[in-house]
Nanobody, 126 residues
């Protein structure tokens, strides 16, 4: 059973930066991509970014494009989300997830992910 552990959340002022990490308990064998999702109070979970293990191809939601950067370290089984120019509307619990799907067209869909972390809180004050 693959376990994903997020870290790096916290409180930051608007315009600041945070870097989230997602460490897998073992090589996510059989999974093709990792994604970050977020859920704010009273709102539905939304896609943030995704990355393929094999070639590092990246995918972003329009709301974070140009501000957030997803990356991975295959040797460490770890995925990162660098968040810059943070806004109060970025406040949410951030989750990482792993999917066995290979087609990038589904990477923004939460239900295709097979493993999820417990989440880490990100709060951006105005």
């Amino acid at each position: 059973q693959v376990q994903l552990l997020e870290s790096g959340g916290g409180l930051v002022q608007a315009g600041g930066s945070l870097r989230l990490s997602c460490a897998a308990s073992e090589r996510t064998f059989g999974t093709n991509a990792m994604g970050w999702f977020r859920q704010a109070p009273g709102k539905e979970r939304e896609f943030v970014a995704a990355i393929r293990w094999i070639d590092g191809s990246t995918y972003y939601a329009d709301s974070v494009k140009g501000r957030f950067t997803i990356s991975r370290d295959n040797a460490k089984n770890t995925v990162y989300l660098q968040m810059d120019s943070l806004k109060p509307e970025d406040t949410a619990v951030y989750y990482c997830a792993a999917t066995k799907r290979s087609w990038s067209g589904v990477f923004a869909t939460g239900r295709v992910y097979d493993y999820w972390g417990q989440g880490t809180q990100v709060t951006v004050s105005s």
